[in-house]
Nanobody, 123 residues
């Protein structure tokens, strides 16, 4: 089992930046594929960024590609999402997720989830 706790959300103006953190306990995150997902009010949860176990490959939702960066610090057992040039449409609850097996690109297989952190981008 792995427990995930997100932090770093908040209110920011359009064009600003935030860095979300996902701290893990119970297992070493280096063993997991990691992902950041988000859910806006009235919408389904969607993936934002994925990071393969070996850290060699990443995959981003088209609308955030070039603005967001997912990374991992194994020494701190933490995954990050650096969000730049934020837009009002990025407003959502952001969740960190992990999966131990299968393809990192298979978003349906992420079985470990944090509680989420709210990101609000004002125009």
């Amino acid at each position: 089992q792995v427990q995930l706790v997100e932090s770093g959300g908040g209110l920011v103006q359009a064009g600003g930046s935030l860095r979300l953190s996902c701290a893990a306990s119970g297992r070493t995150l280096s063993s997991f594929h990691m992902g950041w997902f988000r859910q806006a009010p009235g919408k389904e949860r969607e993936f934002v960024a994925l990071l393969a176990r070996n850290d060699a490959v990443t995959y981003y939702k088209d609308s955030v590609n070039g603005r967001f960066i997912i990374s991992r610090d194994n020494a701190k057992n933490t995954v990050y999402l650096q969000m730049n040039s934020l837009k009002p449409e990025d407003t959502a609850v952001y969740y960190c997720a992990a999966r131990l097996t299968g393809s990192y690109r298979d978003v349906s297989g992420y079985g470990y989830w944090g509680q989420g952190t709210q990101v609000t981008v004002s125009s």
